[in-house]
C-alpha cells in the first residue's frame, strides 16, 4: 500500500499538531511546515519542511508528492504584527494556491464559527471566510470546518478563578459546546479522504453557559464560585477605537463581545470533557 502524503500547516500549534499526531496514527505520512524545524515535536512528524506561508517563494516544493494539505494557522496574539490580514488571510491563501499548482488532491482548512454570517462584522471571519472563497473556486476538493472554540481558549477561565473571580461578558447566559484539539483534530483527518466539497460546524460533547464554565473552574479549584460581569457594548466601543491601531486586539474584542451576546453551539462530537480538562490543569499548574 502507498503511504499518502499529508502536509500539515500548524504542526507547532495547539490545532495543527493534535492534527499531525492524529495523521500520522492513519498512516500518513506527515510532513509538517515550520519557521523553525527545533519546534516540531518529535514522534508527530515525518518530515519537517522549512518555510514562512507568509513568504509564497519559500513554499517552493512543499507540496510535491502530497495528496492533501491541511491548515489552521492564525494569530493568536494581541500584538501589532504579523495581523490577521498576513496570516489567516494572505498566508492560507498561499498555501492555497501553492497545493493547487502541485496538484494536490484535497485542502481541508479551519474557519471560525458562523463565518459567513459574521464576516461583515468580524474581521477574523472575513479574512477566513476568503480562504474559503478562493477553496471553492479552486481545482482541489476541499473541506472547511467551523469549530465552536476550543479547551485552551477556555483556559482563562481557570485563570480568572485561581485571581478569586470569574469575569462574565453580559449575562453569563449564552451557551457555548467548546471542543477540544484532539477531538477536532479527528474530526479534520477524517475529512482528508472525503471526495466532494463539505462545510462542517464542529463543537464539543457538552454545552454550557458561561456561567456553568466559570463554576467548573472554581470546582476544579475547590473554590467558592465570584462572578462579575463586563457588557458586552464596552468592549466592542474598545474594539471601535483600537480598530486604526491594533486590528488583532480589535477583532478578539469582537469575539469576547459576541460571546456576550450569541450562543455558540455546534453539532457535539469528541470524547473530551472541559471538567476534566480543568481538573487536570488545576493540579499540573
Not at 494536490?104 to 474559503?132: I, K, M, N, T, Y
Not at 481557570?158 to 473571580?165: F, Q, S
Not at 470569574?166 to 467548546?178: H, K, M, T
Request: glycine content about 10%.
Amino acid at each position: 500500500m502507498t503511504t499518502r502524503t499529508a502536509v500539515i500547516a500548524g504542526a507547532t500549534g495547539y490545532l495543527g499538531g493534535y492534527v499531525a499526531s492524529v495523521a500520522h496514527d492513519e498512516g500518513y505520512r506527515v510532513r509538517a511546515l515550520a519557521r523553525d524545524a527545533s519546534r516540531v515535536p518529535e514522534g508527530r512528524c515525518d518530515e519537517v519542511f522549512v518555510g514562512q506561508a507568509t513568504e509564497p517563494d519559500s513554499l517552493a516544493g512543499l507540496f510535491d508528492g502530497a495528496e492533501v494539505a491541511f491548515s489552521s494557522i492564525g494569530v493568536r496574539h494581541f500584538r501589532r504584527h504579523p495581523n490577521i490580514w498576513e496570516v489567516d488571510m494572505q498566508a492560507n491563501l498561499n498555501l492555497v494556491e501553492a497545493a493547487e499548482r502541485a496538484g494536490v488532491r484535497r485542502f481541508v482548512f479551519v474557519s471560525v464559527l458562523h463565518g459567513p454570517q459574521r464576516r461583515d462584522r468580524l474581521p477574523v471571519a472575513e479574512a477566513r471566510e476568503r480562504v474559503v472563497d478562493r477553496l471553492r473556486a479552486s481545482t482541489m476538493e476541499w473541506a472547511v470546518l467551523r469549530p465552536t472554540g476550543f479547551f485552551n481558549d477556555l483556559d482563562a477561565y481557570l485563570d480568572m478563578a485561581r485571581k478569586g473571580r470569574v469575569w462574565l461578558i453580559g449575562s453569563g447566559d449564552e451557551r457555548l459546546n467548546p471542543i477540544h484539539g484532539s477531538d477536532l483534530a479527528v474530526a479534520a483527518v477524517a475529512q482528508f479522504d472525503g471526495a466532494s466539497p463539505i462545510e462542517l460546524d464542529v463543537g464539543g460533547p457538552d454545552v454550557f453557559t458561561q456561567r456553568e464554565i466559570g463554576e467548573l473552574a472554581f470546582s476544579a479549584l475547590g473554590e467558592t464560585p465570584r462572578f462579575g460581569r463586563v457588557p458586552p457594548g464596552l468592549l466592542e466601543g474598545l474594539a471601535s477605537l483600537s480598530a486604526p491601531f491594533n486590528a488583532n486586539l480589535s477583532t478578539f474584542l469582537r469575539m469576547f463581545a459576541l460571546l456576550g451576546r450569541t450562543d455558540a453551539v455546534g453539532p457535539c462530537t469528541g470524547t473530551h470533557h472541559l471538567a476534566d480538562h480543568y481538573r487536570t490543569l488545576a493540579v499540573n499548574r
